[in-house]
């Protein structure tokens, strides 16, 4: 994990916070001993606040995950610090926060996303604060000297760390947009945020084609930060180009250290796609791919991608279970539930509402699943489902009998194609959408 830019030297206060008496200190350091036991709720809270109500905070995923430890990693801080009596002139950034803000800057997220997040996490702190105060019911003068006491530390810590963290954005973002490919960056961009773009200036600055078919690429690598990530992905998209037998080079753009955009061109629309690459290419070294479906012209360019970042979403979400290092858009059940996914809260409920206990996040409840999903692919013919999950048929009779007869809520039927997409969901993503396990269900 990167620790700072190299170009970055750490910010100091000009001043630490003052001391302050023994009775202060010992009424902030009970106040951080209650945070500490909330301090994954208090975490999660100020996530999910800030990826809500500041825009491009939840554009992806694994941003979304990169600001949760963030936030996590300053929270964190900000509860040693007031246990602690910590001066700030002693810390040193969490590295997670450093990192996010050198995403970020990669993403072309704008600056005052990251300071006003920030001062969004300041506040929050300083209500959670307040609130613990207020009930532990201090002599008036004592909880006032409390009150501008914690103030002056968790303002002088984000006043600190937001300038590390800005500087740091600062640097990365020179040092990106002075990349040898950032001028075809921007005008990719450019092209994908309009429905009219202007190809012929397109045209003339990458050498590529609008006017072909277009299948639309994501490719990222997970695991430790690795500094020939670009080069390693560029080299996957020639070989995919080189399988799917594209009508010459592809057009590449990185989003950040370890992502890039990648649109390959055909003459006509082609016949292979992710099935092609899953059966005969091995992304490996941790490297995964999403796709859209081939589309013509301009609009087919920008209708791929839109169909590759769908899959995305569904392959990067949280919680989400292991899928294919290759995914497609077209794949059973991605397209959907990649709408589905839009509004995580909505469709969780959704999803128990219709399955009731078979939502559980059990390897029981999993079964039975699979086996329902099993029987409705194979167009709800018991041998058939047998033969495809080796199994006897009376085992086969038994399990559908039984996830049914679990699912829905209430005295409510759901519809048959109501239950086969909550299962789609269930089986894409994973943990996110299923119930934390109650009551143990019997296969």
């Not at 969780?348 to 559980?360: K, N």
Request: glycine share 6%; charged share 25%.
């Amino acid at each position: 994990m990167t620790t700072a830019h190299p170009s970055v030297a750490p910010c100091r206060p000009d001043e630490a916070p003052s001391t302050a008496d023994n009775d202060i200190v010992a009424v902030i350091a009970r106040i951080a001993r209650i945070l500490e036991t909330r301090e994954d709720e208090i975490s999660s809270g100020m996530s999910a606040l800030m990826a809500r109500d500041i825009d491009r905070l939840d554009d992806d995923p694994r941003l979304v995950d990169l600001l949760q430890a963030s936030v996590a990693g300053n929270v964190r801080t900000v509860i040693d610090l007031l246990m602690n009596d910590i001066p700030i002139a002693d810390l040193r950034p969490d590295p997670d926060a450093v990192e996010y803000a050198l995403r970020l800057a990669q993403r072309e997220v704008p600056a005052n996303s990251l300071v006003r997040a920030y001062h969004m996490g300041q506040q929050e702190m300083l209500r959670i604060c307040y609130g613990e105060l207020d009930r532990a019911e201090l002599p008036a003068p004592l909880a006032l000297a409390v009150v501008e006491r914690l103030t002056e530390i968790i303002y002088g810590y984000i006043d600190w760390i937001t300038g590390y963290v800005f500087d740091a954005y600062e640097a990365e973002r020179r040092r990106w947009v002075g990349r040898p490919d950032g001028v075809r960056s921007a005008t990719v961009h450019a092209v994908l945020a309009t429905d009219d773009p202007d190809t012929a200036a397109f045209e003339h600055e990458t050498g590529y084609s609008l006017s072909r078919t277009h299948l639309a690429l994501i490719l990222w690598r997970e695991g430790p930060e690795q500094t020939s990530a670009l080069d390693l992905l560029e080299t996957r998209v020639r070989a995919i180009g080189g399988l799917l037998d594209s009508d010459g080079p592809a057009i590449v753009t990185a989003v950040d250290r370890r992502t890039v955009w990648a649109w390959l061109p055909f003459r006509e629309r082609p016949t292979a796609g992710v099935s092609e690459i899953r059966r005969k290419y091995d992304l490996a070294e941790g490297v995964r791919l999403t796709a859209g479906l081939p589309g013509h012209g301009p609009t087919g360019f920008r209708r791929s991608y839109l169909q590759a970042r769908a899959a995305y979403f569904v392959a990067t979400l949280p919680g989400s279970p292991d899928l294919p290092s290759a995914v497609g858009f077209a794949d059973p059940g991605v397209g959907v539930i990649s709408l589905l996914a839009t509004d995580l809260d909505a469709t969780r409920s959704w999803v128990r509402e219709v399955l009731g206990d078979l939502a559980e996040d059990t390897e029981p409840a999993a079964t039975l699943r699979h086996t329902l999903s099993t029987y409705f692919a194979t167009g709800d013919n018991h041998v058939r489902t047998a033969r495809t999950l080796m199994l006897h048929r009376n085992t086969v009779k038994y399990r559908i009998a039984k996830a049914l007869a679990v699912t829905g809520a209430g005295a409510i039927t759901y519809d048959r194609v109501d239950v086969a997409l909550a299962l789609q969901a269930c089986r894409l993503l994973g943990a996110a959408v299923l119930r934390p396990a109650t009551k143990p269900l019997s296969r």
